[in-house]
């Protein structure tokens, strides 16, 4: 009984979603894709966390120079690893308001077209090009201010670790 509500419930979110992207036209795709892929680095970054700080920590207490040595080099690649997936989220949230840009231009041609072709005595014709044009602006502004306030955090943390690893790698 739970299960089949669930399943419900999971099916009307996925049809509301569709609806969404239907609404905003086909730039909705590629900030959808692009909002995938941010949240697939960030989860990326989020399961190698403890991973890192394990292996910093297993540099400061290690007495065995080679093993010591191993974990520095551990370090630095996820660190290399972190910083690249970081990167990934910068551009993407850079990206994705010029996306929303590109739907609210689209979005205008579409009504400016219907306008042309039906006249803008119909407010429905007015309103479903306005409608996907603040759709996709609104999509790409909450998707590239969620990720660059992720970077934030993300660099911050990084830049954490890198400060650590100098005070406690200075002898190393």
Known sequence: ????????SLEQFFHAVLGFIELGGIVMWPLFICCL????????????????????????????WLNQRLRSL???????Q???????????????????????VSGMIAMFDAGGNYGFHDPAVISAGISMAMVTTQ??????????????????????????????????
């Open 37 to 64: 892929w941010m949240l697939w680095l960030v989860s990326r970054a989020l399961f190698k966390e403890t991973s890192l700080e394990a292996k910093q920590s297993g540099l400061t207490t290690e007495r065995d």
């Open 1 to 8: 009984m739970a299960q089949s509500s669930l399943i419900g």
């Open 139 to 172: 999509t790409g502004l909450f998707v590239g201010l969620t990720g660059a306030i992720l970077a934030f955090f993300w660099q911050r943390k990084l830049n954490r670790v890198d400060t650590n690893l100098l005070a406690g790698g200075a002898n190393a």
């Open 74 to 80: 551990a370090l630095r690649q996820a660190q290399a």
């Open 82 to 104: 972190q910083y690249g997936d970081l990167q990934g989220v910068k551009l993407l949230a850079m990206v994705a308001p010029l996306l929303g840009l590109l739907g609210t």
